[in-house]
């Protein structure tokens, strides 16, 4: 191939990989929100490098999930919700629509002390930036479509880079680094205080219920066909691996300098926190980016979790839904999605409002329905009628019961400590 | 467990409320418990055929004439009755399996909505022969209160709340099921023919709001016809995917029913190798409109017209373009206007134009590209010829003054020239004046919505 042949072949291949990215890549980068992002720069902070290794495992069975989700809505063109409400009947369904609705309206307050905390640090007045962004959350949705919307939230991933830019600017030591990503940390490491339970809290903040509602529901509204479904699994593929190459750098960004410096967690108590911590040790580049991106990822997800939550819920329970509804025709729906929001920024201007409970709650509840949402998807995709020659095989099967299985186990055990 | 037999008959049974009736046989053992609800389609549709009766042998079915309803409304299995095993092949609905939590088409509604119960109504009296028929199915609030609180308190408590909570019901001849099994459908007697009644753009939003299996079985038992205006309607990307699960042959023959200008759009969406079979297996006629429309730019006014206008020689007086009005093939609702061409150039054409009268409406396309087309020389609105005298003159009716658009325009041309003259339809006209085609008001605001 001469050069220029060359460079067109390349720019072909990365067209082609621009062009397969979408709700797999969206949803995967949603995850990195800002409760994310905390526990990741706690992770880093507290215990250094010798957190590396769950990246693996994790981004491993965050694949293994999600794909099963993307197959499941491109097979049988029916949301996840929808699935589980013919399957398994109303009663179940609302179950699970309610604990989701709670466990999401944490995620919102979570996502709104996130927006709080990142613009604070440019000194803007929580007061109006609560407000605003709750308004231009709410209009996002309401007024765009799917497709312009997905360019927004494409573009929004992009600055996740300002993450991995960030790790880089804090000078880790990339070769202790590296070695720690795919070596087993030293018996020591697990009997220092609290590590069991970061790596808990680590999984448990990166395969999230509401993810595999939202992803399977964008896939059906994006009407892949059967034929097209490999570029859907490269999408959720590529979109857990760079999710989780950003989770690196946030780990290695708080290692090489908070870790460093012998800071800790214990001055970690909200998402804003670890960039303000960063400002003194790794110099003002450091600090904007770490502000910046996490604004960007709480907006971000400020703006899915709650459509995603209200379509979800409609489409379980059979009321009307979509934004190519008026307010009259799916007021179900609207009243859904315009309480979270308005909840969610209410929770944190109001001064006596019992945050801490509410999110602890939303998080037990979480343990409680991530098991019961896998072990649903797990028939599902297993039943030859729904999904024929796309069952999952043997091996998919056992690595899926595993990873189940200690994502269960540990919610188990999140639930228990907390 | 709470005891299911009702202390008295409820008139209205619901669904929710008979599964698991207690079951008698004539002797007063019991027999098993309700498991589903077969109900008849066709003639006899809505009525209830026989029971499935879950018994310690596992499932059993048995007919609605071999037992009767008890004052206490249990259900009491006459002498000699028997179980028998279900084969899974009957052609009854199951209003658990195929109707509970499912989706179904309210065809009054016009839209897909999800089954929360189902409500039955007896006929007859408490201790004849089992009448009981389906009346409504519940989608709203009310239905699905009573499933939930089902098993948690008695249901004359249920049913108090229940009645406080305004209802959402289709009656059940609005009721349209969707069988993904298309052998299946046939056998339910499942007939689209309701379907078929609805407004073409009802029907695609329908079709848009189901999954693919589902959206194809129905789409597969529409006819030819009521296929094509549906098709016109769906969303591009929609259409692929109905037209891919179809196959060349038949979605060949729903072009050919197709306005030329919506088919000509379409195939153009698809792989260069599928669209051409599609049209090889179309006839002559429709298949030469549709390929001289892929020629042109979709973005200019060529790209946006229909080929089926109504043309009459400029010479020519009202009665002869009524009558080409009723010769008309295409859709006779679109027509606003009727065009008067050259009628020396209008002879020219091979196709069926009388020396000295009207041409029918879709010949211009006929003769080719190599002749010349007749030069558009006049507009008449419709209304005008409606209120003039048969042997009136067309040129005299004809407006002096009228607008056409080069085929080449962009159509944001075309939109400017909708406004600005406040048109219905516009004619479009080739280098030499000769009349091509016509876009109509409905595709220029498909293009303004687009462009927004």
Redo the contacts between chains.
């Keep these: 191939m001469t050069g220029r042949a060359r460079a067109r072949y390349l720019r072909n291949r990365l067209f082609f990989l621009l062009a397969i990215l979408g709700p797999g890549f969206i949803t995967a980068n949603v995850d990195n929100d800002a409760g994310g992002i905390l526990t990741y720069s706690q992770a880093g902070a507290q215990y250094g490098y010798s957190m590396l290794w769950t990246m693996l495992p994790i981004t491993l069975a965050l694949i293994v999930v999600q794909e099963m989700c993307a197959r499941m809505g491109v097979v ?3 949301g996840l919700s ?1 699935l589980i ?2 399957e398994f ?3 179940l369904t ?1 179950i699970v629509m309610v604990l989701l609705v709670i466990v999401n309206f944490g995620n919102v307050m979570a996502e709104f002390v996130g927006i709080v905390g990142s613009l604070q640090l440019f000194s803007i007045s929580k007061y109006v930036a609560v407000p605003v962004c709750a308004a231009l959350v709410w209009l996002l949705a309401v007024k765009g479509n799917y497709k312009s919307v997905e360019k927004i939230f494409l573009t929004a991933s992009a600055f996740y880079l300002c993450y991995v830019v960030a790790g880089v600017l804090a000078r880790p030591n990339w070769r202790q680094a590296l070695t720690a990503t795919v070596e087993l940390p030293g018996r020591a490491a697990w009997h220092t205080p609290g590590y069991v339970y970061m790596v808990v809290g680590l999984i448990g903040t990166t395969i999230a219920p509401w993810m595999q509602f939202y992803l399977q529901a964008s896939i ?1 509204e994006k ?1 892949i ?1 059967v034929r097209k479904y490999s570029a859907s699994r490269w999408d959720v593929i590529i979109g857990s691996l760079f999710t989780d190459l950003v989770a690196w750098f946030i780990i290695v960004a708080c290692a090489a300098t908070l870790f460093v410096h012998g800071h800790g967690a214990s001055g970690l108590k909200t998402p804003g926190d670890a960039a303000e911590a960063m400002r003194p040790l790794a110099g003002k580049y450091s600090f904007l980016l770490f502000s910046f991106g996490l604004f960007n990822a709480s907006f971000f997800s400020a703006s899915v979790l709650p459509l995603s939550t209200a379509y979800t819920v409609c489409e379980g ?2 009321f009307e839904s979509g934004v190519d509804q008026s307010f009259r025709e799916a007021p179900f729906f609207y009243w859904l999605y315009t309480l979270l929001i308005a909840g969610g920024a209410a929770a944190v201007l109001w001064p006596g409002f019992p945050l801490i409970r509410i999110t602890i709650l939303s998080q037990v509840l979480n343990g409680v329905l991530l098991p019961i949402v896998i072990v649903l998807m797990l028939l599902l995709i297993n039943r030859k009628d729904l999904m024929g020659t796309y069952v999952n095989s043997r091996l998919f099967n056992v690595v899926a019961w595993v990873t189940a299985a200690v994502v269960i186990g540990l919610s188990v055990v999140m639930m228990v400590k907390t | 467990m709470l005891d299911r037999s009702m202390p008295s008959r409820d008139t209205r049974p619901s669904l929710s409320f008979m599964i698991r009736t207690r079951i008698v046989n004539a002797d007063g053992a019991n027999a098993g418990r309700l498991y589903d609800i077969a109900v008849s389609t066709g003639a006899e549709a809505g009525r209830v055929a026989g029971i499935v009766v879950k018994s310690r042998a596992g499932l059993g079915w048995v007919s609605a004439t071999e037992m009767t309803g008890q004052p206490d409304g249990t259900l009491r299995l006459s002498a000699g009755a028997r179980l028998e095993p279900l084969r899974g092949d009957e052609s009854f609905v199951l209003l658990r399996q195929d109707l ?3 989706q179904i088409i309210d065809v009054h509604g016009r839209k897909v ?4 119960d189902v409500d039955l109504q007896w006929f007859g009296k408490a201790g004849s022969p089992l009448d009981l028929r389906v009346a409504e199915v519940e ?1 709203g609030l009310r239905g ?1 209160a009573r ?2 609180l089902l098993d948690l308190m008695p249901q004359s408590a249920i049913s108090a709340i229940a009645a406080r909570i305004s209802a959402r019901v289709i009656p059940w001849e609005f009721v349209d099921l969707i069988e993904a099994d298309p052998a299946r459908r046939v056998k339910l007697k499942l007939s689209s023919e309701r379907l078929a009644q609805l407004h073409p753009s009802d029907l695609a939003g329908i079709l848009e709001d ?4 589902e ?1 194809e079985a129905i789409f597969a038992t529409l006819d030819e016809g009521v296929a094509a205006d549906a098709l016109e309607e769906v969303d591009p ?2 259409q692929k ?1 109905l037209i ?1 699960s179809l196959g060349p042959e038949r979605t060949a023959s729903i072009v050919e029913e197709m306005n030329p200008e919506a088919a000509a759009d379409m195939l153009n969406e698809l792989a260069d190798e599928y669209s051409e079979s599609i049209l090889n297996k179309m006839d002559e006629h429709e298949r030469h409109e549709v390929e001289e429309l892929l020629e042109f730019r979709e973005d200019s006014a060529a790209g946006r017209m229909t080929t089926d206008y109504v043309q009459v020689a400029y010479s020519g007086n009202v009665a002869e373009a009524i009558q080409a009005l009723r010769e008309f093939e295409g859709a006779p609702e679109t027509v606003t206007e009727i065009y008067l061409v050259d009628g020396e150039a209008a002879e020219r054409g091979p196709a069926a134009l009388r020396p000295d009268g009207p041409s029918p409406g879709t010949a211009p396309t006929l003769a080719g590209a190599a002749s010349r087309k007749p030069v558009l020389k006049g507009v008449v609105p419709l209304a005008r010829l409606l209120l003039a005298q048969p042997e009136t003159r067309l040129a005299m009716l004809a407006d002096r003054r009228f607008a056409s658009v080069s085929k080449d325009a962009h159509q944001r041309v075309v939109a400017d020239l909708f406004d600005r003259y406040n048109l219905r339809a516009l004619p479009v006209v080739d280098s030499l004046g000769g009349l091509i085609g016509v876009v109509e008001a409905d595709h220029v605001i498909a293009f303004l919505r687009d462009a927004r």
Excluded: H, I, Q
């Excluded at chain 2, 909505?113 to 929360?116: G, I, K, L, Q, S």
């Excluded at chain 2, 189901?210 to 299996?213: T, V």
């Design positions: 049988t063109g029916k929808d409400r013919e009947g109303l009663r609302f059906v009407r066909p329970l059979g | 509970l939590d499912r909505v999800r089954v929360n989608v699905a499933r939930l189901l999954a693919p299996a959206r990307a929609l995917s891919e």
